[in-house]
């Protein structure tokens, strides 16, 4: 079983920046991984994915141009780069994996239940 380890969050005033990091251990290569986040009564909520091909990302419509996601493949990084943040973006943000073996494609996948693995997850805190 591998591990992930979130960093890179906390408070920071609307208008701020933030950018996430997701360490995964314990992996072979065909990983894919995503970010997530939880805010309080509400479900969670897929937010930046990796496919697994490289330099496959998607980031869910509600953060299109404001977020951005990248990964160091070989380091097995997954990275969110949060800019222009919103007092709505306040939420704890989880990293996942799922297993996509090849040959097939798998595309980056932002539906929660498609991940078998979930770091502790980091509160990201957004004042208005």
């Known amino acids: 079983q591998g591990r992930l380890v979130e960093s890179g969050g906390g408070s920071v005033q609307a208008g701020g920046s933030l950018r996430l990091s997701c360490t995964a251990s314990g992996y072979d290569d065909y990983w894919c991984m995503g970010w997530f986040r939880q805010a309080p009564g509400k479900e969670r909520e897929g937010v930046g994915a990796?496919?697994?091909?490289?330099?496959?990302?998607r980031v869910a419509d509600s953060v299109k141009g404001r977020f951005t996601i990248s990964a160091d493949k070989d380091k097995k990084i997954l990275y969110l780069q949060m800019d222009s943040l919103k007092a709505e973006d306040t939420a704890i943000y989880y990293c996942?994996?799922?297993?996509?073996?090849?040959?097939?494609?798998?595309?980056?996948?932002?539906?929660?239940?498609?991940?078998?693995?979930w770091g502790q997850g980091t509160q990201v805190t957004v004042s208005s």
């Open positions: 996942a994996t799922r297993h996509c073996p090849p040959p097939l494609y798998w595309r980056p996948e932002l539906a929660p239940g498609q991940y078998t693995n």
């Open positions: 990796r496919g697994s091909n490289t330099g496959d990302f």
